[in-house]
Nanobody, 123 residues
Framework: QVQLVESGGGLGQAGGSLKLTCTPS???????WGWFRQPPGKEREFVAV????????RYADSVKGRFTISRDNAKNTVYLQMNSLKPEDTAIYYC?????????????????WGQGTQVTVSA
């Protein structure tokens, strides 16, 4: 069982930046790592995913051009750099991975999830 720990959430201002970090408890090298978010009162949604090599990425339209997902395999860490923040980015952000998560955007493709980190963006 892989445990994931997110960090870096907090309070940001519209137009500002935050950087999230996800670190797993083991060095299992799954094919892809993803970030999802759950806004208040809404369902969890896809944000971004990065491939094992880090060369391939995929983003939700709502964050494209503003967020960047990356990974450092030497540190076994995945990042989500969030720029040009908007109040609608307010959500609990989760990192996820698993053997079936091949650049996928569907929750069902991910087997391991972190506990989430709160991001709140003020206007």
């Amino acid at each position: 069982q892989v445990q994931l720990v997110e960090s870096g959430g907090g309070l940001g201002q519209a137009g500002g930046s935050l950087k999230l970090t996800c670190t797993p408890s083991s060095r299992d090298s799954f094919s892809s790592w993803g970030w999802f978010r759950q806004p208040p009162g809404k369902e969890r949604e896809f944000v971004a995913v990065v491939s094992l090599s880090g060369r391939n990425t995929r983003y939700a339209d709502s964050v494209k051009g503003r967020f960047t997902i990356s990974r450092d395999n030497a540190k076994n860490t995945v990042y989500l750099q969030m720029n040009s923040l908007k109040p609608e980015d307010t959500a609990i952000y989760y990192c996820a991975t698993g053997p079936r998560a091949t650049l996928g955007a569907e929750l069902e493709q991910y087997d391991y999830w972190g506990q989430g980190t709160q991001v709140t963006v003020s206007a």
